[in-house]
Nanobody
Framework: VQLQASGGGTVQPGGSLRLPCAAS????????MRWYRQSPGKQRELVAA???????DYGGMVKGRFTISRDNAKKTGYLQMNNLKSEDTAVYFC??????????????WGQGTQVTVSS
């Protein structure tokens, strides 16, 4: 099983980015999907989470600006980031709890994608 995060880049303050996270491999079902971020010198923090049925939750620092979503048929999660601020600059990681076809449930991480907000 692999998670592939993409969509990062450099954007001006107030701009938007959309980060996809595509899962592939021997997947029976994807349970919760999450996005984390980590800035230099800081601990990794939870940005947003979404259940299989679409119930979402957000860290206080992004509530109202970021939207997490998913397409179960495509095995892909998304993080829509609007009104970006300089403090959103970080490496963003996707994470998912995956039930494999061998009925083993495990946690998987994507490789991270850099988001830089700068004028």
């Amino acid at each position: 099983v692999q998670l592939q995060a993409s969509g990062g880049g450099t954007v001006q303050p107030g701009g938007s980015l959309r980060l996809p996270c595509a899962a592939s491999g021997s997947i029976f079902r994807i349970n919760d999907m999450r996005w984390y971020r980590q800035s230099p010198g800081k601990q990794r923090e939870l940005v947003a989470a979404i259940t299989r049925t679409g119930r979402s939750d957000y860290g206080g620092m992004v509530k109202g600006r970021f939207t997490i979503s998913r397409d179960n048929a495509k095995k892909t999660g998304y993080l829509q980031m609007n009104n970006l601020k300089s403090e959103d600059t970080a490496v963003y990681f996707c994470n998912a709890e995956v039930v494999r076809i061998d009925v083993i449930t495990a946690d998987y991480w994507g490789q991270g994608t850099q988001v830089t907000v700068s004028s």
